[in-house]
């Protein structure tokens, strides 16, 4: 089992920034390629951004390329993610999720392969 615990979410202005941390605990986090998901009311969770097990490769979603940064320390076994020139639109409950691979290149972005997830926080942007 892993358990991920993600914090850092809040209220910020558009054009805000914030930064959202993943720990992760009960297994190897190096053996974990680590996505981002996040879900606004109403909608369906929708991919964010991944990173692989060794921070070698990352890949995001079109709506938040240019403007988020996924990165990882394994020491720390902890994923982040920087949110810059944050809209409205961002606003939603923020997940982290692992999936158990050490491909050198993967780009997840369907919930249904992730084996875990965290409880989620909530990010909410104002107009």
């Known amino acids: 089992q892993v358990q991920l615990v993600e914090s850092g979410g809040g209220l910020v202005q558009a054009g805000g920034s914030l930064r959202l941390s993943c720990t992760a605990s009960g297994r190897t986090f190096s053996n974990y390629a680590m996505g981002w998901f996040r879900q606004a009311p109403g909608k369906e969770r929708e991919f964010v951004a991944v990173?692989?097990?060794?921070?070698?490769?990352?890949y995001y979603a079109d709506s938040v390329k240019g403007r988020f940064t996924i990165s990882r320390d394994n020491a720390k076994n902890t994923v982040y993610l920087q949110m810059n020139s944050l809209k409205p639109e961002d606003t939603a409950v923020y997940y982290c999720?692992?999936?158990?691979?050490?491909?050198?290149?993967?780009?997840?972005?369907?919930?249904?392969?992730?084996?875990?997830w965290g409880q989620g926080t909530q990010v909410t942007i104002s107009s």
């Open positions: 999720a692992a999936k158990a691979t050490r491909r050198m290149y993967y780009s997840g972005s369907s919930s249904g392969e992730y084996d875990y």
């Open positions: 990173i692989t097990w060794s921070g070698g490769s990352t």
